[in-house]
């Protein structure tokens, strides 16, 4: 049956700031990916890409679709702007081949001998000591109260920010991200500015204390890799950036997977109570509320040499904006793609992007996710909400519910 035209796409195309896509993209998905899957959005100032298909072939492709978007304008801001261009334009999500593929390889592997060594065996308890608590109280935000404070928590254990600098560290962070991520700011350039440096300042000193007395932290792996002898290394810059960009890349994203899969799961009754009867679903059931629901909406690319996706012709400059958020629910993929079905495997979804950028913490956010719902579900025998319809944030990068009380039924 042909989907029926969007209301939504007026002429300037699909306009991600208006109030009803951010409410409720799916139809308009659905109608792009049937009529116009490579989408002119005048809008966006760029193709927004929909089929699941041409999204993986973009992903998987960094010499066509480059990730380095952001030295141009960086190059344009005044020279008082230095530390931030040359700290956030290294962050692993805007570097291309072959810095891509050193720093990934030097990151990865601080990142996953500390989460394997350190944190994974201590995460059950971090998860127990946020979550029991809540459960006691019978009704807690299972984004402010729950999400936000497991992810800000074990992101600055990984890094070895100390506790009394968590809050500090955090609000500094939260500006840094809104810029990245297109959120409106007064005075954004220079918001961002200040924050970054602190957080440079911060991270700096942090690294000089650990080369001095080595922790078991992230912080220390890296700057080992700082001092490794071998040509292939991170330069002290580097090391800050990985840094900043855990603390970003670890907050909202297992926050969100969180927040959102429980709205997803509030919404859809009978797979809650699947789910509540057999637990051992749950990692299978996590995975389904990402592809329903994840935290990231949008991923852009630049156009480095002309090539074509179906009929369309991109050239070199064209910025491309690759909707996982549509991909994840492509109805050429996926059956009851605007469903969520817990027993759905195997799962094949891009929330974690794919190709050589794919996300580094999948399996610290997949453990950390599904631990959260285990205890969760043995814990209380019903959750229930307490809200009439909730508000999507006004940030189409990120899809991401403003708030969720909710009431539990402890066991
Ligand atoms: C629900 C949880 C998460 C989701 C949905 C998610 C999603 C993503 C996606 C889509 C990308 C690819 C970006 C691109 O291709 O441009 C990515 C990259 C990345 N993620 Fe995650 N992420 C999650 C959790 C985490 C966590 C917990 C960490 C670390 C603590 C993390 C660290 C990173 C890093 C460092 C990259 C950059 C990899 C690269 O560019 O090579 N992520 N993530």
Redesign the pocket.
Known sequence: MPVAESVFLNEGGFDPSKPELIADPYSTYRYLQENDPVHWSEAMGGWLITRYDDVRKV?RDPQTFS?ERVTTYFGQLPQEFQTMASVLSSW??F?DPPD?ARV?SL?AKA?TDIVLQELQPRLGRIISETITPLIDKGQFDALHDLGYPL?IR??SE?LGVSPEDVAQVDEWEVKVSQFIMGVFMENKEETARIHTEYLVEYFTKLAHDRRLSPRADMLSALVAENENEEQDRLSAMEVIS?AT??LT??RD??A??IANGIYSLLEFPEQRHMLWDQPDMVPSGIEEL?RFL???EL??RIVRNETTIGDITLHPNDRVYLS?GAANRDPRIFDQADEVVVTRNPIRH????W????????G??RS??RQVFEQLIAGTSEIRPMFDAVEFKPNFSARCVTQLPIEVVAR
Do not use: D
Not at 355 to 362: K, L, M, N, T
């Open positions: 992903l990730s692993l999500v570097l891509h990934r990151g990142f992810a074990v992101t990984l990985v960009q855990i890349a670890g994203t297992s969100l997977w990402l994840g935290p990231v991923l852009a996982v891009v929330a974690f992007g190709g050589p950028h794919f996300c580094i913490g999948a610290l956010a950390e996710v």
